[in-house]
């Protein structure tokens, strides 16, 4: 890869330093941007070579336009995401969202290159199924036919903030087990099967499904990356490096003051806990590669009240990406 290229395999002739520049006018640096930004540099059957190979990836959830957010700076169309980009997450789809028959035909192009999409879901029984084992493989197949197989997507992530205990956790494992017959390692079927999740390795359900689980994404907002090595250490006597996913968040809109994070610095010069994250390992090991939450929001808040921001060009993520993958 060429070391001039800001983000090789990005479509974006920019070098680092440039990408990293120190400007008062984000608006202006996103509008110099957006031509090169777009233009595609390497051919897509290049791009899904290079996510076969061993590298620290880059996820992203995407808020999706439906029953939890309107349309977004950039829409719902989430295939503007950089080419490199190795996982998408779709956050909040419901088949009811006015955009829902558009997602198959925006998956199909990020596929085109190598990109998987997974979406974001509950472990909830499907109405009518009974709390046991015929009742966990019914919901999983209900998931499987009316979400995952539907619209196509690559997998399923779970979304575990709290510490389950008694029939809950035997109602949310007994799923979760039931999916991993068709999605995670397990499976054989090449569709992921995630754990999204703010809390330890001590979590009891995690401590009954880690082997089934492609990956998880730590919730690590607002952390500095020095207390990332302390939450690995209860994850790593049940999964490898590789699939511990720490993420940080970009703004959110309506957050100030309780929900902003200042993960990404306004303004954007290379420096934040977005990318001490991607700086960082596991002692001894490597990291599975860092996720970032709003990703439609790519760009930092430009005051502590401000919610303007420029019109984005995945500026953030393209850096990491190439930090990660230089």
Not at 81 to 92: A, G, H, K, Q
């Amino acid at each position: 890869m060429l070391s001039a290229i800001c983000i090789p395999l990005l479509g974006a002739i920019l070098t680092f330093n440039s990408c990293s520049r120190d400007s008062n006018d984000l608006r202006t640096l996103a509008s110099s941007q957006k031509t090169t930004a777009s233009t595609e540099l390497v051919p897509d059957s290049v791009l899904k070579q290079y996510k076969l190979t061993p590298h620290q990836i880059y996820a992203g959830f995407y808020r999706f336009q439906g029953p939890c957010y309107g349309p977004g700076l950039n829409g719902s169309n989430f295939t503007g995401v950089p080419d490199s980009m190795d996982i998408v997450i779709l956050f909040c789809f419901r088949s009811t969202s006015p955009v829902a028959d558009s997602v198959p035909g925006w998956i199909t192009r990020l596929h085109a290159k190598g990109t998987k999409v997974i979406v974001t879901g509950n472990l909830d029984l499907r109405p009518g199924a009974t709390n046991d084992s015929v009742g966990y493989a019914a919901t999983a197949k209900y998931i499987m036919d009316s979400i995952v197989n539907r619209y196509g997507f690559d997998g399923y992530d779970i979304d575990v903030e709290t510490n389950p205990t008694g029939s809950t956790l035997t109602r949310m494992v007994g799923v979760y087990k039931a999916l991993s017959k068709y999605m995670g390692p397990a499976s054989g079927t090449g569709k992921l099967l995630t754990f999204d999740t703010n809390q330890n390795g001590s979590n009891n359900m995690f401590k009954q499904v880690y082997n089934l689980v492609d990956y998880v994404w730590l919730q690590a907002y607002g952390r500095g990356a020095s207390t990332l090595q302390s939450t690995w250490n209860t994850f790593s006597p049940y999964i490898p490096a590789s699939k511990f996913v720490p993420g940080f968040s970009f703004y959110e809109e309506n957050g100030y003051p309780g929900n902003v994070w200042y993960d990404v610095r306004y303004p954007v010069n290379g420096t934040g806990r977005a990318y001490d994250y991607a700086n960082w390992q596991p002692g001894g090991a490597q990291k599975g590669g860092v996720f970032s939450y709003a990703i439609d929001r790519d760009a930092p808040l430009t005051s502590s009240t401000d919610n303007t921001l420029y019109v984005p060009t995945y500026l953030v993520s393209r850096q990491l990406i190439h930090l990660m993958n230089p």
